[in-house]
């Protein structure tokens, strides 16, 4: 099993950054990849970005190409999503989750069956 434990979010004006952080814990050894998701009320959980486990390679969906990073702490098992430039169109809970022992990259990560979930962090921005 492992746990994941989101951090970061707030209220913030458009143009603000925020850094999300997830602690994850347990059986962490098997993780390849950390990926990070977004929900409004009456839509659909959307992919935002992931990393692999190792950090060393990163996706990001079209909207937030360029603004957000994703990132990964190989010290202490910990992932950030760093969020510049935010618009009222991130407001959302961001969730992460990870993938355990079936690798991605790049695009299929954006499709991969992600095994873990966090609760969820609430950001939103103000215009």
């Known amino acids: 099993q492992v746990q994941l434990v989101e951090s970061g979010g707030g209220l913030v004006q458009a143009g603000d950054s925020l850094k999300l952080a997830c602690e994850a814990s347990?059986?962490?050894?098997?993780?390849?990849?950390m990926g990070w998701f977004r929900q409004t009320p009456g839509k659909e959980r959307e992919f935002v970005a992931a990393?692999?486990?190792?950090?060393?390679?990163?996706y990001y969906i079209d909207s937030v190409r360029g603004r957000f990073t994703a990132s990964k702490d190989n010290v202490k098992d910990m992932a950030y999503l760093e969020m510049r430039q935010l618009k009222p169109e991130d407001t959302a809970v961001y969730y992460c989750?990870?993938?355990?022992?079936?690798?991605?990259?790049?695009?299929?990560?954006?499709?991969?069956?992600?095994?873990?979930w966090g609760r969820g962090t609430q950001v939103t921005v103000s215009s």
């Open positions: 990393v692999t486990w190792g950090g060393t390679s990163t």
């Open positions: 989750a990870a993938l355990w022992s079936r690798p991605c990259s790049g695009y299929a990560c954006s499709l991969a069956n992600y095994d873990y």
């Open positions: 347990g059986r962490t050894s098997n993780l390849v990849a």
